[in-house]
């Protein structure tokens, strides 16, 4: 099955800063690639997400970039702010078969002002 | 207001009493899923359903237990939980296949003695 391994476990940037965290997978047939947010205490949720047939795509500050040769995806955060602080999971799936999104560990990010 | 709703959000309970943890949607969503959030080892899905009466394992179904007879409720079951089993718990629901976004509960924190 599906794993995916996420680093680092923690970052820590000042404000301003970029932020950049990485994520491996290891099913080939896997297409689906997104990213939540989870603020202390409170659920996950959506940022942003990519599919295999693109290779890059933003949303304002942050963005998302893909390398299926190598199995690999990232999360970039540019000029963070304090509210950016949380912890981010990277998931992968085969797009159409939702039953299987599998998570990375989690990322928990500290931006200091 | 489009919602998952999880009951209760917090329980203590003892090892082997019967506990039952409620989900319900209502976005009329397809997909529905269970995950445990422990530190350290992110989200990991528990079951999942992809319809009405259909359900299957995820990564981590040990001593749980689900059942989908409607479309918008989702219970977890613990017919006798032990202390390995406190953790946060989420539901979670989507289309399945129109879309990827998981829209999460606010989970439900369970302590077993």
């Known amino acids: 099955g599906e794993n995916v391994e996420q680093h680092p476990s923690t970052l820590s940037v000042q404000e301003g800063d970029s932020a950049v965290i990485k994520c491996t997978y290891s099913d080939s047939a896997s297409n689906y690639f997104p990213w939540y947010k989870q603020e202390l205490g409170k659920r996950p949720q959506l940022i942003i997400d990519?599919?295999?047939?693109?290779g890059e795509k933003k949303d304002q500050r942050i963005a998302v970039t893909l390398n299926k040769t190598a199995k690999h995806f990232s999360l970039h955060i540019t000029e963070t702010q304090p509210e950016d602080s949380a912890v981010y999971f990277c998931?992968?799936?085969?797009?159409?078969?939702?039953?299987?999104?599998?998570f990375g560990k989690g990322t928990k990010l500290s931006v200091k002002p | 207001e489009a919602q998952v709703t999880q009951n209760p959000r917090y329980l203590i309970t003892v090892t082997g009493k019967k506990l039952t943890v409620t989900c319900s949607q209502n976005?009329?969503?397809?997909?529905m899923s269970w995950y445990r959030q422990d530190p350290g080892l992110g989200l990991r899905q528990i079951y999942y359903s992809m319809n009405v009466e259909v359900t299957d394992k995820g990564d981590v179904p040990e001593g749980y237990k689900v059942s989908r007879k409607e479309k918008r409720n989702f219970p977890l079951i613990l017919e006798s939980p032990s202390p390995n089993q406190t953790s946060l718990y989420f539901c979670?629901?989507?289309?399945?296949?129109?879309?990827?976004?998981?829209?999460f509960g606010e989970g439900s924190r369970l302590t077993v003695l």
């Open positions: 990519i599919r295999s047939n693109v």
């Open positions: 976005m009329n969503h397809e997909y």
């Open positions: 998931a992968a799936s085969r797009w159409g078969s939702q039953g299987n999104l599998i």
């Open positions: 979670a629901s989507s289309t399945g296949l129109a879309t990827g976004e998981l829209f």
